[in-house]
């Protein structure tokens, strides 16, 4: 609780000293009132410096937040909201996530790396995805991508929301995200022309955005969705062996 209250005391003292600085600018002659400015949000705690206590919360803030994108959607999801769920303090949420949007960014990335931790290292028992065909198992990615998200609209609404955050840590999650996917993609295209994976990756990752983004705003059923990337897919794969 030590490093909440003294970073809430920072901060309030950050703000008084621009409250006395605006009312010390407003009472000169002529001056024009200062601009009333937000402080500057800390930059959260990276993960890299966390110790092993703080990376298990950081895990039951991100599960929390999952959780609640599948109830009620991203859109109505507050801060506050995930530390009552996770029984984590609001300040300590805000040491590790910088805003909602980091969050969200970040409880995203984790659970499309669950997806990906399935193709690229298979338990025990579970069958690889890499299979001797490469349309048959790029195809059969795709389909559990959008059975994932059949399963879990909220998420769906989530994936549009955060691919279009302006957030920069935000975006750092979404790289990270694209990372991950590249890592199953290359796997995936095995044996194709390195010249023609990026192109093959670039267009795969555009048909599920876009099918997607129709299909949350209404503009597209599910089984429109689904058509449209496997359509797709296989016009694409088609040329990748050329």
Known sequence: ??????????????????????????????????????????????????????????????????????????????????AERSGIALGTVYRYFSSKEHLLAVALCDWQERLARRVLMPRAGEEAEIGEDLTERVLSYVRKEVRGFARNPKIAELMVQVHVSSDPYARDALARMGAISDQVMDKLLEGVAPERVEPIKYALGSVLITSLTYWVTGRGTLADMTRQVESVTLLVLERAAD
């Open 1 to 82: 609780m030590s490093d909440v209250v003294s970073g809430s005391a920072e901060r309030a003292e950050v703000a008084a000293a621009q409250g006395r600085t605006r009312r010390r600018a407003s009472a000169k002659p002529g001056a024009s009132p200062a601009p009333v400015t937000q402080p500057a949000q800390d930059a959260p705690l990276p993960v890299e410096a966390m110790t092993s206590r703080q990376l298990v919360r950081r895990a039951q803030l991100i599960e929390a937040v999952i959780d609640l994108v599948r109830e009620v959607g991203p859109g109505v999801v507050q801060m506050r909201d995930v």
